[in-house]
Nanobody, 129 residues
Framework: QEQLVESGGGLVQAGGSLRLSCAGS????????MGWFRQAPGKEREFVAAISRSGGTTDYVDSVKGRFAISRDNTKNTVYLQMNSLKPEDTAVYYC??????????????????????WGQGTQVTVSS
């Protein structure tokens, strides 16, 4: 069973940057497509970004395109979310998630929570105006 631990959250001013990390616990990390989701207070959890097993394919929600970048280092069992030009509306708890898959491509279903088998505990990101 894969355990995921997020880190890197914090308080930042609007326009600033943060890099979130999500570390996996097993040597099987490279068999997972990985996703980042977020949940703002009073709102449902939403898709942010996803990356394929090898890192060759990525996907982003429109609201973060051009500002966020997802990447992974399978030698370190870690996926990252670089967040630039942060806005107050980016304030949320950010979760990483893992989908065990045989495909090296992303499907549209990787935008859905139910696609992922394992979840981290979340890390808080707060952007002040």
């Amino acid at each position: 069973q894969e355990q995921l631990v997020e880190s890197g959250g914090g308080l930042v001013q609007a326009g600033g940057s943060l890099r979130l990390s999500c570390a996996g616990s097993t040597r099987s990390f490279s068999i997972y497509a990985m996703g980042w989701f977020r949940q703002a207070p009073g709102k449902e959890r939403e898709f942010v970004a996803a990356i394929s097993r090898s890192g060759g394919t990525t996907d982003y929600v429109d609201s973060v395109k051009g500002r966020f970048a997802i990447s992974r280092d399978n030698t370190k069992n870690t996926v990252y979310l670089q967040m630039n030009s942060l806005k107050p509306e980016d304030t949320a708890v950010y979760y990483c998630a893992a989908d065990r898959t045989f495909s090296n491509y992303l499907a549209s279903s990787h935008r859905l929570e139910r696609k992922y088998e394992y979840w981290g505990q979340g890390t808080q990101v707060t952007v002040s105006s």
